[in-house]
């Protein structure tokens, strides 16, 4: 069965770094999103992304977040200058079409230190 | 704008018993529905989705949901719990037309031999 795959799968990191967070999603997918998980916290929205532009983003989706779908098939978040409150597991989804559920990949836990 | 409530962030149940879980919605338009479970150190699963249609879905694993837009109620049961249902299980909603799902805050699923 088709899977998301995200890499790493945990990735440490100094405050004011940058890091890029890298998904797979299915291959016939065409709505891409991530989320993010704060330990103890709800699963929350960060960006969609459809037809090679942000569809929506959420007020955590700042200027120091970016996302990329280099080459057709992966598809990536940038933290440009990490900070403490980073620190989460980041969740990317894929689906079809909007009727469609999304799946998720594994997730990738960022640790800022 | 939407938002779920789940109550009970801690559910303890007996392998054979009912598994219960509650979730409740608000949103200015018919939503989809969803139940999403997490097992330790692994991604975002769907378990069930309500779009529209009959009212009781039933998912994979033996898990069913039935919506109530009179209550704004999603709640998910599974007739006896078995020892691999331990796990996290995290009701979201999506409008219809939107992209981006709203997770609640969780529930963790216990299962005692």
């Known amino acids: 069965e088709p899977e998301v795959t995200q890499t790493p799968s945990h990735q440490v990191t100094q405050m004011g770094q940058e890091v890029i967070l890298r998904c797979v999603p299915i291959s016939n997918h065409l709505y891409f999103y991530w989320y993010r998980q704060i330990l103890g916290q709800k699963v929350e929205f960060l960006v969609s992304f459809y037809n090679n532009e942000i569809s929506e983003k959420s007020e955590i989706f700042d200027d120091q977040f970016s996302v990329e779908r280099p080459d057709g098939s992966n598809f990536t978040l940038k933290i440009r200058s990490t900070k403490l409150e980073d620190s989460a597991m980041y969740f990317c989804?894929?689906?079809?079409?909007?009727?469609?559920?999304?799946?998720f990949g594994p997730g990738t836990r960022l640790t800022v230190t | 704008a939407q938002s779920v409530t789940q109550l009970g962030s801690h559910v303890s149940v007996s392998e054979g018993a009912l598994v219960l879980l509650r979730c409740n919605y608000s949103s200015s338009v018919p939503p989809y529905l969803f139940w999403y479970v997490q097992y330790p150190n692994q991604g975002l699963q769907l378990l069930l989705k309500?779009?529209?249609?009959?009212?009781l879905v039933k998912g994979i694993n033996g898990f069913e949901a039935e919506f109530k837009k009179s209550e704004t109620s999603f709640h998910l049961t599974k007739p006896s719990a078995h020892m691999s249902d331990a796990a996290e299980y995290f009701c979201a909603v999506s409008p219809p037309n939107d992209y981006k799902l709203s997770f609640g805050a969780g529930t963790t699923v216990t299962v005692r031999a």
């Open positions: 989804a894929s689906r079809l079409r909007p009727v469609y559920e999304q799946y």
């Open positions: 309500y779009t529209t249609g009959a009212t």
